[in-house]
């Protein structure tokens, strides 16, 4: 390869670099995201919290509810990006400039069920099911 | 394959730093003591002489529900100098022990999470 072609590599490589100047991106996950497809075997009526567990793991929180037990799954997925524009006239600036735009976004749901006496589900819902957040700074 | 050595170089080059972090909530449910619970059989007294006091008593339907729970969390970042990339990670534990009016248990729910969990750094995908 020609030298020329190697810094040249390098050089659009740190251009690239230098517009991403100050990003930061970061993600919280507690416990697996469940979507609709996760839970699509669950037929009220017929599947029992035994079947559940087994596919889904233990729940998180049981209560007493007057038809028999509400059982909740509890799960975040959240998303935050930041941009320091600022670092772009760092190398020339006397001082330190920051000119920051961030923006996060919190995923946060449960998936209930309620079973009867004998551990039938009988009712299954989304609490929330909000879109999946992105990775957007913009926050206007 | 000599791009991809440059680019990794520069890559190398724009490395600052590495994080791993570790935080953990609650005692470990060892999978042994859960396996020792038998619907049925094992009384209230033993329960919590395997488990301890849980970390939750609910009331279910005039029975006693123990609830118990492990949290773990695990923190990767990659710092790059112009560029930051971190994941935080937490799954959680938990064993639920009915005990029926007899005082024996009358279901045993547990799942382990934690054991599949990975130190991670990149925040996209799943």
């Not at chain 2, 590495?18 to 209230?44: M, P, Q, W, Y």
């Not at chain 2, 002489?49 to 729970?69: E, K, M, S, T, V």
């Not at chain 2, 639920?96 to 130190?119: D, P």
Request: net charge neutral; glycine share 6%.
């Amino acid at each position: 390869m020609p030298r020329w072609h190697l810094l040249r590599v390098l050089l659009l490589t740190t251009v690239a670099s230098s517009t991403l100047a100050g990003c930061n991106v970061a993600r919280l996950t507690i416990n697996t995201p469940l979507t609709p497809q996760h839970v699509a075997f669950i037929t009220e009526g017929r599947t029992t919290l035994a079947d559940v567990v087994t596919v889904l793991g233990a729940p998180d929180s049981m209560a007493e509810a007057e038809a028999g037990t509400t059982v909740i799954y509890r799960f975040l997925n959240a998303k935050y990006s930041r941009v320091n524009f600022g670092w772009l006239a760092k190398p020339w600036s006397p001082v330190d400039p920051d000119l920051i735009m961030s923006r996060s976004g919190f995923g946060a749901d449960a998936y209930e069920l309620i079973c009867d006496s004998n551990w039938v589900i009988i009712h299954q819902a989304f609490v929330r099911h909000r879109p999946e957040p992105l990775f957007t700074p913009y926050p206007f | 394959m000599r791009v991809t050595g440059a680019l990794l170089a520069v890559l190398i080059l724009t490395l600052n730093a590495c994080a791993f972090s570790r935080g953990t909530l609650g005692d470990e449910l060892k999978t042994e003591s859960i396996n020792s619970i038998k619907k049925g059989v094992t009384t209230r007294a033993e329960v919590l002489a395997q488990l301890g006091a849980p970390d939750r008593i609910l009331q279910l339907n005039g029975r006693d529900l123990f609830q118990y729970y492990r949290y773990d969390a695990k923190v990767g970042s990659l710092l790059l100098i112009l560029v930051n990339f971190s994941r935080v990670s937490v799954k959680s534990d938990d064993l639920f022990v009915l005990i029926n009016r007899e005082g024996t248990a009358e279901e045993v729910i547990a799942s382990k999470r934690t054991e599949g969990l990975e130190f991670r750094f990149w925040p996209f995908g799943d």
